[in-house]
């Protein structure tokens, strides 16, 4: 039933009246929204959870931010391990770190479609300008009109370039695909992608914590000090923020299992 209550928890924020979608329907939408409200009111952190993994809400993943910021500061390396938070804060809502968006977007602009026009588009404004500073101007007038479309042409392409970056922005926070080898992990020459490193996704994972760390510059976290003291720290957050997750999801569903049956 837990599974069942994350899906009504889920569509209680998408639709007025949310009710059960399979089998006979016994709970009407205000008793499902009561269970979920009583819910949130005695588990407010695992409902954050729930909503910053189901729903995308930004405001209860900045609420789950801050609890593991102070799970950090109480840790004996509280820089170190506010990073390791966040990376799994990532792992736990199956979505990309920063650098890793910032990675997709920049993939995005390069390999899709819209980024060729883009770049096509530029490039043509950028030979119309070329062409103008090199053209003699025999006049002040001449000289002042070419001055002036060239600035228009400037400006026509960094509002290209920022419709492109508003594009890609939005591209990489709907799917976490690879844009060069589109989800296959492998190149057109049937080599693997060297872009996600034949992953097909930018999804963070357990084992590549550390390689995060180095790769962002974050830190060179040596064997002894990752085995006896970060990873363990790291397990413990990501099975305490799946088991506060499921132990609301539990709730919910007992909750309205007894609704059900009243």
């Known amino acids: 039933m837990s599974d069942k209550a994350i899906e009504l928890f889920i569509r209680m924020h998408l639709e007025k009246t949310p ?13 499902i929204m009561a269970v979920m409200g009583a819910i949130q009111h005695q588990q407010p952190y695992g409902c954050d959870l729930i909503s910053a993994r189901w729903l995308g809400d930004m405001s209860a993943m900045r609420r789950v931010e801050e ?10 390396r509280p820089d170190l391990l506010a990073h390791v938070g966040m990376v799994a804060l990532a ?12 990675k997709l977007v920049s993939l995005w602009k390069r390999y899709s479609e ?19 500073n090199n053209m003699v101007s ?3 007038f001449r000289y002042s009109q070419n001055d002036m479309e060239i600035s228009k042409l400037q400006n026509l ?17 709907e799917s976490f695909q690879c844009p060069k080898c589109s989800g296959s992990g492998f190149s057109s020459s049937e080599k693997g992608c060297n872009e996600c ?7 963070p994972k357990a084992e590549n914590v550390r390689q995060h760390l180095r790769r962002t510059g974050i830190a060179r976290v040596s064997d002894k000090l990752w085995n006896s003291e970060i990873k363990p720290k790291f397990d413990e957050l990501l099975s305490m923020l799946n088991q506060e997750h499921d132990e609301t999801a539990r709730m919910m569903g007992k909750r309205l299992c007894e609704e059900r049956a009243a």
């Open 19 to 31: 009710t059960l979608q399979r089998g006979r329907q016994v709970l009407t939408g205000d008793v």
């Open 67 to 76: 609890r593991i910021a102070e799970w950090a500061r109480d840790s004996s």
């Open 91 to 102: 792992i736990f809502c199956g979505k990309p770190t920063n650098d890793q968006e910032r």
């Open 114 to 132: 819209q980024g060729h026009r883009s770049k096509r588009l530029i490039k043509r404004y950028q030979t119309q300008i070329t062409l103008l």
């Open 197 to 203: 490193g034949g992953s097909g996704c930018f999804v």
């Open 138 to 140: 025999d006049t002040e």
């Open 157 to 173: 392409i960094e509002n290209e370039k920022a419709r492109l970056h508003k594009w890609a922005s939005k591209k990489a926070k």
